[in-house]
């Protein structure tokens, strides 16, 4: 997304065209910078070709996860749900990975069904429900145990996942004791040593911490896994002060790693892969006038963009034509939601705004739509993909007689 003769540009497109043909707020995902991501994110870790699934929580239009299955990509998945999207955008079953803590009886067994790569089992209970699916349905079942590597991955404290108190995986201890249960059960094949430590990581050192914690694991265990599943988190620059992963310092890492351990890496990466892809077009409804401060109301709210009421994220906000005058009160960004927590960012030395102004709200790609909701029985906004000069519908925006 760049300024071309100041005004604002998604590929060949610009907002005001894309305002005016679809109204807002208009979600619109740019396929040049998604498979620019993808053939980064291989090229970085080339030297031992990992089996890339992404992360399907991330995004969940289906459209979206076709571009990235045509890409080469698998699919990490949380629900049924999201199983059932991957199978439907043509994933094969054989590049899929089943996460999460609480996967139901009927979504083990249609994962079985479907002869997935893997289940990554996060508890005990959860791997004696998988034998015993398996036992009724008479397969032996590739599994992977998480392990919580007690790992702080220095990120948002909402999104970590890999330290004791987190919900996620089991401990060293638990996890030996579930190796060996593993070892003497007829319908578990334990393939797989899994991790993930959290999301938005942008730092090299806790990853390489996992490593070392993973490296301990496997050398006591004495056990051989097909596949190291290290799971995601990457994270990309949200704000221009933001500094990037250093993908090379990681494989370093890995490389390090593997020549200790002859295993197929596995990663889930979300956001790396489609964050960055996507803007949220959305039209200034009203401006109002509050001392030092002005309200700058928009007629997208936290029900179309969750990630700052739920997380404190921060977004960039760019106008969709630049212009030379500067406002001289600080904007803060609302939508109309009745709640205090809908706001998107407050910025001192903007550009002056008008009603009905068109504004970007950028890096929404990922957790964007996947959190939308209907609150204040509002409905989902409208879903592009640009190509060049072209554009399509990926979703259609949702009617109130949708849901009413």
């Known amino acids: 997304m760049k300024y071309f003769n100041k005004k604002l540009k998604i590929e060949g497109i610009s907002l005001q065209n894309i305002a005016n043909k679809y109204d807002t707020p208009t979600y619109c995902y740019s396929y040049k910078q998604l498979k620019k991501n993808i053939n980064n994110f291989k090229k970085n870790f080339k030297s031992f070709s990992p089996l890339v699934c992404f992360a399907i929580k991330s995004n ?3 459209n979206l996860i076709r571009e990235t299955k045509k890409l080469g990509l698998g699919a990490d998945v949380v629900s049924i749900g999201e199983l ?3 199978l439907k955008a043509g994933v094969n079953p054989k590049k899929i990975v089943f996460s999460g803590v609480g996967k139901k009886t009927n979504e083990i067994s249609y994962a079985i069904d479907k002869k997935i790569l893997l289940i990554n089992a ?5 791997i004696k429900e998988i034998e015993r699916i398996a036992k009724l349905k008479r397969k032996k079942i590739k599994i992977g145990i998480r392990l919580n590597p007690n790992t702080d991955a220095r990120t948002l404290t909402q999104i970590s996942t890999g ?13 030996f004791k579930l190796l060996k249960y593993c070892k003497k059960s007829k319908y578990l094949e334990l393939s797989c040593l899994s991790v993930h430590i959290g999301s938005q990581i942008l730092n090299h050192k806790p990853y390489e911490k996992m490593l070392s914690v993973i490296d301990k694991i496997i050398n006591f265990a004495d056990h051989e896994f097909e596949f190291i599943d290290l799971g995601g988190g990457m994270g990309i620059s949200y704000l221009n002060k933001d500094k990037k992963l250093n993908y090379i310092k990681y494989n370093l890492a890995i490389k390090k790693f ?3 351990h002859k295993s197929k890496i596995i990663f889930e990466p979300g956001r790396s892969i489609i964050g960055d892809t996507g803007t949220l077009v959305t039209k200034i409804i009203y401006i109002k006038k509050s001392g030092k401060k002005d309200f700058i109301i928009i007629d997208a709210a936290m029900n179309d963009l969750m990630r700052p009421a739920l997380y ?4 960039r906000i760019l106008p969709s034509q630049k212009t030379n005058k ?5 904007y803060e960004f609302v939508g109309p939601i009745c709640e205090s927590t809908d ?10 705004l008008n009603e009905n102004d068109i504004i970007a709200i950028c890096d929404v790609g990922a957790y964007g739509m996947s959190l939308s909701s209907n609150y204040n029985l509002r409905p989902k906004p409208i879903e592009i993909l640009i190509k060049g000069s072209k554009t399509k519908v990926i979703r259609k925006r949702q009617k109130h007689k949708d849901f009413i």
């Open 326 to 330: 500067k406002s001289k009160t600080s």
């Open 258 to 260: 593997l020549k200790k």
């Open 122 to 126: 996060e508890s005990e209970s959860e």
């Open 163 to 175: 330290k004791k108190e987190n919900k996620f995986g089991v401990d060293k201890k638990t996890f």
């Open 60 to 62: 969940t239009n289906v």
């Open 312 to 315: 404190g994220a921060k977004h």
């Open 84 to 86: 059932m999207i991957a």
């Open 343 to 352: 706001k998107f960012s407050t910025v001192n030395n903007f550009q002056l």
